[in-house]
C-alpha cells in the first residue's frame, strides 16, 4: 500500500508563497493520480490541484493562475509538490495530500496526515 508523508506547511503573510511537499512510498507503481486538497475550519474537504500518471492536471478555480502541481519520480519515491503564490487568507486550511490507488479492480482513497497553512492579512 502507498504511504503519504507530507511536509512544507506553515505561517505566512498576504501575497507570499509556500511549498508543500509530499512522499509517496511503498506501492508507487500502482498510484493512478496524486492531488492535493484543503480543507477550512467548518468546511468539507476540497480539491485545490490533481495530476494524473499522465501529467494532465486540475486546478480549482479559486487557485488558476496561483498554484502549480508538480511531481517527481525517483526509485522508490513519488514526490509530488504544490508551489502556492500570491497567497490569500481565505487560502488558510489543512491542505492533505492524497493518492488513488488501484489495486487489483478496485481503487482505493490514500491521505497524508495533513499540514496547516495559515494566511495572515
Known amino acids: 500500500q502507498v504511504q503519504l508523508v507530507e511536509s512544507g506547511g506553515g505561517l505566512v503573510q498576504a501575497g507570499g508563497s509556500l511549498r508543500l511537499s509530499c512522499a509517496a512510498s511503498?506501492?508507487?507503481?500502482?498510484?493512478?493520480?496524486m492531488g492535493w486538497y484543503q480543507q477550512a475550519p467548518g468546511k468539507s474537504r476540497e480539491l485545490v490541484a490533481r495530476?494524473?500518471?499522465?501529467?494532465?492536471?486540475?486546478?480549482a478555480d479559486s487557485v488558476k493562475g496561483r498554484f502549480t502541481i508538480s511531481r517527481d519520480n525517483a526509485r522508490n519515491t513519488v514526490y509530488l509538490y504544490l508551489q502556492m503564490n500570491s497567497l490569500r487568507p481565505e487560502d488558510t486550511a489543512v491542505y492533505y495530500c492524497?493518492?488513488?490507488?488501484?489495486?487489483?479492480?478496485?481503487?482505493?482513497?490514500?491521505w497524508g496526515q495533513g499540514t496547516q497553512v495559515t494566511v495572515s492579512s
Open positions: 492524497h493518492a488513488l490507488e488501484r489495486n487489483g479492480l478496485q481503487d482505493f482513497n490514500i
Open positions: 511503498g506501492s508507487i507503481f500502482s498510484i493512478k493520480a
Open positions: 495530476i494524473t500518471s499522465g501529467a494532465g492536471t486540475t486546478y
